[in-house]
């Protein structure tokens, strides 16, 4: 067990120092508005990305996205105008644009590259003003014609989806997801735990909700290999249900730690020294669009108070349950040892094995020295 348990408390020479707190705030793997900090350079098989072009265009920024939307419709008028220029040219209707009688142009009342282009964007618009059409005995004109046609409905359903699914994306519904700025520590159902709160501001509410979090660790191991971030699972109920949330009040969510917790070993001390970072995600289908959506976050040593409890924000207003966002994040105090869960659990054990039978001291007196108080408690 104690090998298969992902430790944090190592040994003092291959603990990371520590850092100032601003230098701490940038080394963040997440951001605590849910972005990955994580920049991926000297890609060479780039050719990767437009083998699935779709994603690609929907992944580009807003400004470069509207630049790739508008410039695949400039691009087929000024490709067609000219196309239509270059026939007209080859026909010889720019030199015969002002005799018509004698001379029946492919393409009516175009008489230059400007006249063509208009006649571009009327054809690929279907607008239709009805001054400049195509002969039909301007056999190349009308496949000219037919081939924008094509071309312009293959671009607007490709832009149209592409917008659709851009806009719809359920990133910004994750700007409605909250989490506390802070974790705390403290005993629930006489079990140290460590919890943090989240929230939804909407009406509409998550569907099949589900909380997980990973711990972030850079650590070295036996045969001396450096693991710059390792990742392990932090339980936050899966076997009995508990991540699964239904989340319509905020929620209180808890890691129990006990022996295969990696903060087992982990006191408030020791805390301030470690360098870690516990990743929070929350996933769940938009009610709205049934589309799948994740919020993150995340939490660095500095963010975990040791004896605090997150304050109750859910009152009883005229027969009805009422939430006070503003005491969402707000914490409050409550005693707790200064001794990791670990060292809880064996003064614990050393305190009842003193009032056994044959053990008993102090006139059958026993003490708590893990908190400092004595019981004054007599045995039967």
Known sequence: MRLLRCKLLDDESVQMPTCPPETREELRYVSKDGKCRVDLGHISETGRFFSDIFTSFVDLQ????????????????????????????????????????????????????????????????TIGYGSRTVSPSCH???????????????????MVGCMFVKISRPKKRAQTLLFSRTCVVAYRDDQLCLMFRLGDLRD?????AKVRAKLIKSRQTAEGEFLPLEQSEINLGYESGSDRLFLVE???????????????????????????????ILEGIVEATGMMCQA??????TEIEWGARFEPCITVERGSFRVDMRRFHSTFRVPLPRCSACEARQH????????????????????????GLDTNQSIA
């Open 62 to 125: 807003y400004r470069w996205f509207l630049f790739v939307f508008m410039m695949c419709y400039a691009v087929t008028w000024f490709l067609f105008a000219g196309l239509y220029v270059l026939d007209a040219h080859l026909r010889g209707d720019l030199l015969h644009s002002g005799n018509q009688d004698e001379h029946e142009p492919c393409y009516q009342n175009v008489d230059g590259f400007i006249s063509a282009l208009l006649f571009s964007v009327e054809t690929q618009r």
């Open 140 to 158: 190349e004109g009308v496949l000219l014609v037919m081939m924008q046609c094509i071309v312009g409905s293959m671009i607007d359903a490709l």
């Open 204 to 208: 509409s509410h998550m569907v099949d």
């Open 250 to 280: 905020p929620q209180i969510i808890q890691h129990t730690i006990d022996s295969s917790s990696p903060f087992w070993e982990i006191g408030p001390d020791q805390l301030r020294r470690q360098q870690f970072e516990i990743i929070v």
């Open 296 to 301: 993150k976050t995340s939490y660095i040593e």
């Open 348 to 371: 614990a054990g050393s305190r009842w094995s003193a009032v056994l039978p044959g053990n008993t001291s102090r006139g059958g007196r026993y003490s708590a020295p893990w908190t």
